[in-house]
């Protein structure tokens, strides 16, 4: 049982492109969200899945996109990266929003 | 303004300490409130969750919501360097609100408990 797991861990992308971070989770959770981490900000909610086949916007949506490919997967899609965009982004899943599990994070760089 | 606003610290203690951690917020609708510890580089893994007002405890950890005043407090006893992490405080609106479902995180207060 590997709870949430992300990837890439870690990557260094240049303005403009683009990249998908990938989430899976194996406790059959209904519900997935998307965090990004910044000093001083707390976790701020980009998007979320609250059940397969529905995505809503969070707070900070503008630049994202994500896909609820099925219950066990959510991805996170920058389609055209800006250096504002470098953070740490972590997946979540829950069966109650209350008691949500956290992946390991994934640290992007945008030079 | 921030709907919850939580001093970053960084707070340092000695061992055996009693330390408070404390989460101001604006929005009457939220009804759930949870903290999370965060040790550094990982991801955030639920301490204490509390629904409404009034205290849970869970050995060394106290969690405290007083709706009234829309302030919550986390307090963890005999504090071990262990304990050293950012404490994170969360909260959610009741069914039905704009916020169900969602939660809203404070910035995340730093602490380190030294032997």
């Known amino acids: 049982n590997a709870g949430v797991t992300q990837t890439p861990k870690f990557q260094v992308l240049k303005t403009g492109q683009s990249m998908t971070l990938q989430c899976a989770q194996d406790m059959n959770h209904n519900s997935m969200y998307w965090y990004r981490q910044d000093p001083g900000m707390g976790l701020r909610l980009i998007y979320y899945?609250?059940?397969?086949?529905?995505?809503d916007k969070g707070e900070v949506p503008n630049g994202y996109n994500v896909s609820r490919l099925n219950k066990r997967e959510f991805s996170l899609r920058l389609e055209s990266a800006a250096p504002s965009q470098t953070s740490v982004y972590f997946c979540a899943s829950t069966f109650s929003f209350e008691t949500q599990y956290f992946g390991p994070g994934t640290r992007l760089l945008v030079l | 303004q921030k709907e919850v606003e939580q001093d970053p610290g960084p707070l340092s203690v000695p061992e055996g300490a009693i330390v408070s951690l404390n989460c101001t917020y604006s929005?009457?609708?939220?009804?759930?409130f949870m903290w999370y510890r965060q040790y550094s580089r990982k991801g955030p893994e639920l301490l204490m969750y509390?629904?409404?007002?009034g205290n849970k405890e869970d050995g060394r950890f106290t969690a405290q919501v007083d709706k009234s005043s829309k302030y919550i407090s986390l307090f963890i006893r005999d504090s071990q360097p262990s304990d050293s992490a950012t404490y994170l405080c969360?909260?959610?609106?009741?069914?039905?609100?704009?916020?169900?479902?969602?939660?809203?995180f404070g910035q995340g207060t730093i602490l380190t408990v030294h032997p």
């Open positions: 899945s609250a059940s397969e086949g529905t995505t």
């Open positions: 969360a909260m959610s609106a009741a069914a039905g609100g704009t916020s169900y479902g969602k939660l809203t």
């Open positions: 509390t629904y409404s007002s």
């Open positions: 929005n009457s609708a939220f009804q759930y």
